[in-house]
């Protein structure tokens, strides 16, 4: 028997082709995913809210899906737009998996879906190596964070597709230096757009909406320069399509045993009523 | 913390390895890490260790091999170590249209089988 054996395996790779096989699978039903990665607190909730209502508004066919250690709290939160909701709950699991997602749409997510919201677990740093097999993936980051945040957690930042500050009602109050938020954006994800958004004040509530409808609609979303794939494939620009296979991981992975992971349980809420109303946009490309 | 769920992968594709090739234990298992891959060397090595009880790997060290993040520019050609954090515009001209060419890697470069017990036995009776 050889000593040594020179494996050269991806470790992400099963979920990276799960996600890839989830992307597809949705795209093929008509649906694209927007993951939302921020900080516990950030105001993912807050700003849903306010886009579920306005995509009901507009007859926009959404649905979402919300990720929590515990608590239904946010779910009921979402519901309350009227669209379908889902929680999950990660039994203490700091981030969702693919694999979990999937298992969770399956027999839920509604057939003529055409954007799904997944509010990912309050974290900035796991849930940035997990693609979910989303079409945009959103990091957001509140003015009361400090200016360095994207310094931080540049894994998060540095594969966001699209940036969104949110809270910006307190920005003043807070002394939020903008431009110092943009400069560390633009470090670790050139190109990347950063929109500035309050929930609470109705400001630039739609911009998510926008874009998601935009990526749904097949036009090519931000690539990272960070985004593992665009790195793999060594070619940034070519096309702006995200949606290619990433190579270096087809060494046997796929016939191996499945590791278990808990799925936690999962609740749906059924919708209430509605709220509010959208706003101008305001935003800049880092 | 991810680190756990990233170790059990490894633990996973290592027991299949085993299993293909026959092999009754393991004494290292050594791991590619780019800079920029968002794993923590030390909590990977921490969560790696309960991973592998009850398994194959049981007593298998991690070592984990740094890769360091480069970057390219389109524009000019310039290319650079990136830091951490990366500095992913270029550092030569400012331009945005750059790539990376290492940094993000995580991924299993090689295991050392261990002798399994039978093998040390057949090897003793010699
Ligand atoms: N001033 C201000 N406060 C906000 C805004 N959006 C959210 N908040 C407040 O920030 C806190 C957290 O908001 P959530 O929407 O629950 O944040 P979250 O990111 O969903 O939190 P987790 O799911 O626990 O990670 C709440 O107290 C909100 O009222 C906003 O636009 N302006
Ligand atoms: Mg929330
Ligand atoms: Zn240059």
């Known amino acids: ?286 | 913390m991810h680190e756990m769920s990233i170790a059990m992968a490894v633990v996973c594709q290592v027991e299949e390895a085993a299993r293909a090739h026959g092999a009754e234990g393991v004494e290292t298992v050594t791991l590619s890490v780019g800079e920029l891959a968002g794993v923590v060397p030390d909590a990977l090595r921490f969560s790696f260790s309960l991973a592998c009880e009850g398994t194959v790997l049981a007593g298998a060290e991690l070592v984990t091999e740094h890769v360091a993040g480069r970057a390219r520019c389109e524009s000019c050609g310039g290319e650079w170590a990136t830091g951490v954090p990366p500095r992913l515009c270029c550092t030569r001209c400012g331009d945005s249209r750059t790539r990376l060419l290492s940094g993000r890697e995580l991924g299993i470069a090689t295991v050392r089988w261990a002798e399994g017990p039978q093998r040390a036995r057949a090897l003793e009776e010699l």
């Open chain 1, 1 to 286: 028997m050889c000593r040594v054996t020179d494996l050269q395996q991806a470790v992400m790779a099963r979920n990276d082709d799960r996600a890839e096989h989830l992307r597809a699978e949705l795209a093929a039903g008509g649906t694209a995913t927007v993951n939302l990665l921020s900080s516990p607190g950030s105001g993912k909730t807050a700003l849903l809210e306010a886009e579920l209502a306005l995509a009901r508004e507009r007859g926009v066919a959404v649905a979402a899906l919300t990720a929590d250690l515990a608590t239904e709290n946010d779910a009921r939160r979402l519901a309350r737009s009227g669209v379908p909701c889902k929680q999950v709950l990660t039994d203490g699991l700091c981030h969702l998996e693919a694999d979990m997602l999937a298992g969770h749409l399956a027999g839920w997510l509604p057939g003529d879906t055409r954007l799904l919201f997944v509010e990912n677990v309050g974290n900035l740093v796991c849930p940035a190596s997990y693609d979910l097999g989303e079409s945009l993936r959103v990091v957001l980051a509140s003015v009361t964070e400090g200016e360095d945040k994207p310094l931080k957690y540049p894994t998060a930042f540095g594969t966001a597709q699209l940036v969104l500050v949110t809270k910006e009602d307190i920005a003043e109050a807070v002394g939020f230096d903008r431009d110092a938020f943009l400069t560390h954006v633009r470090q670790v994800n050139p190109g990347v757009e950063v929109a500035f958004t309050s929930a609470r004040a109705q400001l630039g509530v739609g911009v998510l909406l926008e874009r998601a409808l935009a990526v749904a609609d097949g036009a090519a979303a931000h690539r990272p320069v960070m985004d593992r794939r665009t790195a793999a494939h060594g070619h940034a620009h070519d096309d702006g399509h995200r949606h290619e296979h990433a190579h270096g991981h087809e060494h046997g992975h796929r016939d191996g045993p499945e590791h278990e992971h808990s799925h936690g349980h999962a609740h749906e809420h059924g919708p209430d009523q509605g709220l509010s109303h959208p706003h101008a946009p305001a935003h800049v490309r880092g």
